[in-house]
């Protein structure tokens, strides 16, 4: 079992920045992705971004591409997630994940963001873009 804690989301205005973070506890040797997932009332889950813990492989959404950055910090279990030039479609509750030893991409490989390779989630932050 992985627990997964977020936060750091919060208001801002349209153009500024926002540093979430997603610290894990529990079996954190037992995952490979960490990745950040958002999702907006009446909208599906969107795959914001992933990094191959330890590994450094990373992957984004092409809505964030060049304005969002993820980043781990292996000693701490935690994975950051910088957001900037930030717009007001970027408001969502972001969610943090993880797989596990039964997920496709455990091992390295990725398919793109598929919120079904991922098996704990955090309970998520709310960003909030005003314009």
């Known amino acids: 079992q992985v627990q997964l804690v977020e936060s750091g989301g919060g208001s801002v205005q349209a153009g500024g920045s926002l540093i979430l973070s997603c610290a894990a506890s529990g079996d954190t040797s037992n995952y490979d992705y960490m990745a950040w997932f958002r999702q907006a009332p009446g909208k599906e889950r969107e795959g914001v971004a992933a990094?191959?813990?330890?590994?450094?492989?990373?992957y984004y959404g092409d809505s964030v591409k060049g304005r969002f950055t993820i980043s781990e910090d292996n000693y701490k279990n935690t994975v950051y997630l910088q957001m900037n030039s930030l717009k007001p479609e970027d408001a969502a509750m972001y969610y943090c994940?993880?797989?596990?030893?039964?997920?496709?991409?455990?091992?390295?490989?990725?398919?793109?963001?598929?919120?079904?390779?991922?098996?704990?989630w955090g309970q998520g932050t709310q960003v909030t873009v005003s314009s």
């Open positions: 990094i191959h813990a330890g590994v450094g492989s990373i």
């Open positions: 994940a993880v797989d596990s030893p039964f997920s496709r991409v455990h091992g390295g490989n990725w398919y793109g963001f598929d919120s079904a390779d991922f098996d704990y």
